[in-house]
Each structure stands twice: as C-alpha cells, then as structure tokens.
C-alpha cells in the first residue's frame, strides 16, 4: 500500500481533531449507529475526509441501506480511497481509508443484494466526513 501523502504526529493530528474525530479517523474507531450528521442527509455535493479535506464521496452515490450509517456505492474517483484487510473484532472485514493521508474512513461490503450498480456497500462514519454543498 502507498503510504499517505499528508504525514502528521498524533500531537498534529490531535490539534486538528477533536477528541471524537481522532478517536474514529485515526484509531478507527466507530461512531454509534443512527447518530451522525450525515446518515440521513439528501443534501447534494461533495463528502470530502474530514481530517485532510479530499474529496472521497459524492452525495450521487450515497444511498439509503437502513444500517445506521451513511452509505455509498462507489468512491467519487477510485483513487481516493484504499481497501485493506480488517481482521479485527473476530472477522473479516474490508477497511476504507483516505488514500490521502490513510485517516479510517468505515467499511465496506459487497453481495448484500442492495440495488445499486456496483453491490457495494461503503459504510462510512459521518465523523469521518465534512459535507460540501452544491452550489445549485
């Protein structure tokens, strides 16, 4: 795997991040399911990382899956995120991290039967994110 192209300390990081933030984006942590901002949001635009401000989403692939988080079909390009093996907790998992600057950004799954083009499902912690807006 690449290594991130913005490197910061935990010290820098934690000037950059409140103690939640850190918590999820850089010890991949998990916000509690139906409670952040963005899991049911319809707002149109662009869902960039909030710890490092690059673009990852779009609001054209998010979908509703009802899993407590926001989610998404595919990445707004396929260079912005990186998939690694999650053995963590008992089982396997596939993480999604900011190829930017490898902030834990969720997970993702695949053959879940959601009618979306690509049977993925990208299961992204709002914390992990900053919603930008069209201008529309």
């Known amino acids: 795997m690449p290594g991130p192209k913005l490197v910061l300390s935990d010290d820098q990081w934690r000037e950059r991040l409140n103690p939640e933030e850190f918590a999820v984006l850089r010890r991949a942590g998990t916000e509690r399911p139906f409670t952040g901002e963005y899991t049911d949001s ?63 950004l969720g997970h993702v799954f695949s053959g879940e039967g959601y009618p979306t083009p690509t049977d993925k499902r990208y299961c992204i912690n709002s914390i992990s994110l900053r919603l930008l807006p069209s201008d529309g």
């Not at 401000?53 to 079909?73: I, Q, Y």
């Not at 396929?78 to 600057?101: F, K, P, W």
Request: charged share 25%.
């Open 42 to 104: 319809k707002t149109e635009g662009v869902y960039a990382c909030r710890a490092c401000g690059a673009e990852l989403f779009r609001s054209t692939e998010k979908f509703e899956s009802h899993c407590g988080w926001p989610s998404f079909f595919d990445p707004a390009d396929s260079d912005s995120v990186i998939l690694r093996t999650d053995n963590t907790l008992g089982m396997h998992r596939v993480e999604v991290v900011c190829a930017n600057c490898h902030s834990h």
